[in-house]
Each structure stands twice: as C-alpha cells, then as structure tokens.
C-alpha cells in the first residue's frame, strides 16, 4: 500500500466535487460570522479573512488548480483542504469535533464547516483585483480547451526530466497530482519514467485526452480517491477497483497480467506496467 497521507490527499476531482457540492449553499447567501477554533493551519488564517469576510454575501464559488475562491465585493476566500481537509455543509448545530477548525455561519441558518486533522489545508484572504501570490505562475487548467497534446508536445521540447514529473508540474499544467498522473499515462501506454522530451506528439494527444478522460469520470463519479473522504452529501465516490495501476505493486496488470512495478520518482511512489507502457 502506498503511504496513507499520499492514498488521501485530496486531488482535483475531489476539490471540483466539493465546489459543487458546496456552492448552491453558499451562493447569494451572506457570512454572518466565522468561528475560528484553529486559526493555526498550513499558514495562519489572516486577520484580513476574519474582518473581511462577515456580512459579505458570496457572488461565486470558483475552482483554480486546487484552490477553492469564495467571491464576494471586499474580497475572496481562498481555501486548500491540503492533505486531508474537507468542507461541508452543516445545520450550525451539529457539534464541533477536534479537528472541525473553522466554521462559516451562513444567513441560511447552515454553517461551512472545515475539518482538517492534519492541519495543512489553508484559508486565506485575496483582496479584490489582486492576484494571489499562490496562484500566480499557474499553468493551465487540464479540462481547459488550451490544455491538448500540442501544448504538452511544445512545453516538453528539450525536456529531459521524466514525463510523470513533468506531468505534475503545477507550470505546465494544474492538478493531475499522482494518482491521476499514474492511472493516464497507464492509459496512454507512456512509461512514467520516459525523458518528457522523447514522447511524440501523437502520444501526448492521447495522453491529454486519457488526463481530461479520467478527471471527467472522478468528477462524475463523486470523485474521490480518499477511502475515508466523504464529498459534501456524505457519499463516498470514488472506487479503489477503477484504478489500473496506482497501489497495485505486484498485482497483476488488468490488460496483461503482467505484475505492476512500483518505483520512487520524485520522491513519489510511481506505479506502472512494464509490458503495456513503453
Ligand atoms: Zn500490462
């Protein structure tokens, strides 16, 4: 089994599940206050957050990368549920537990509760017309039309450094963090360890396709990859028989039989076939 911490990080599907799951709650509804239990998370929640957010109404909920922004006139939440964060909507008067660190009162009566043991998810503050410095140097969006097999092709000219670290390089593009890193390039046939430089651009369209193919389907599906993530209707989404080949060191490739390696790169485990991607 790959590390837990790793096995339950919250990647893109699981963010974009959660803005979904969140935000019919929250928009057009006004903060009325914010208890703050923790404010001691991966950084310290501002001050700028705690004055700027009550009594705003909220305009929008967006996702960037794995960063959710709350938008209203003063200003914009920007919050990361890090390694093992979640939100959810609550009636306010379920009880706090030890690791629900944050809870916004909404006009409706709810709360939007933050529970984060491990405490490296964040709330921050991003002024109006600001960028803020974490989203700044951001590559694109993989279910944005400006993410295909030719953007991947030219920004990996020359490249020499393995394709599944290029892969997860938040300039190049964001959010395909390693577990979907794993199970595309599986699909797209490509070795996680191939110099990024020496794929074709015909296997970095299917790649970009395969990418878009599965974030689409963990979105779809709930899009969880955490065993014990609940998404914001209390369901677990995602299924650990879907994966091809992330956390199946030695077990047999579902396409040929082959036993799946396991191998570090990047500090990461990295899963792949040895038969099926070349
Ligand atoms: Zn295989």
């Known amino acids: 089994m790959p590390a837990l911490a790793e096995w ?16 019919p709650h929250l928009v057009g ?37 794995k960063y959710l922004l709350v938008h209203t006139t003063a200003g ?22 030890p690791h629900d660190h944050v809870d916004w009162q909404l006009d ?26 974490l989203l700044a140097d951001l590559g694109p969006e993989p279910l944005a039309d400006d993410f295909d097999g030719d953007y991947l092709w030219h920004a990996s000219r020359g490249r020499a450094v393995a394709v599944k670290i ?29 110099a990024a430089g020496s794929v074709s651009r015909a296997r970095y369209a299917r790649l970009a396709d395969e990418i878009k193919r599965i974030l689409v389907h963990a979105i ?31 077990e047999p490739c579902r396409v040929c039989a082959t036993p799946i390696r396991a191998i570090v790169t990047g500090q990461r485990s990295t899963f792949y076939c040895p038969h099926c991607q070349r």
């Open 8 to 23: 339950r990080m919250p990647e893109l599907p699981e963010v974009e599940t959660t803005r979904r799951g969140i935000a």
């Open 29 to 65: 509804r006004r903060v009325e206050k914010l208890i703050v239990r923790q404010r001691n998370l991966r950084w310290p929640i501002p001050l700028a957050l705690q004055r700027g957010l009550p009594g705003q109404r909220v305009d929008a909920v967006e996702r960037r990368a």
């Open 76 to 97: 914009s939440a920007l919050l990361h549920l890090g390694m093992s964060g979640s939100l959810r909507v609550l009636p306010s008067l379920v009880p706090a537990g």
């Open 108 to 133: 409706s009566g709810k709360i939007l509760r933050y529970t984060d043991p491990r405490r490296f998810g964040s709330q921050l503050w991003q002024p109006p017309g600001t960028l803020h410095p």
């Open 166 to 194: 290029f892969l997860m390089d938040q300039k190049i593009v964001v959010g395909v963090g390693n577990i979907y890193a794993a199970e595309a390039l599986f699909a797209a046939g490509i070795r996680p360890t191939r």
């Open 220 to 250: 779809t599906r709930g899009g969880t990859t955490l065993r014990d993530f609940i998404s914001p209707d209390g369901a677990p989404g995602y299924f650990e028989q879907e994966l091809f080949v992330y956390g199946r060191k030695g």
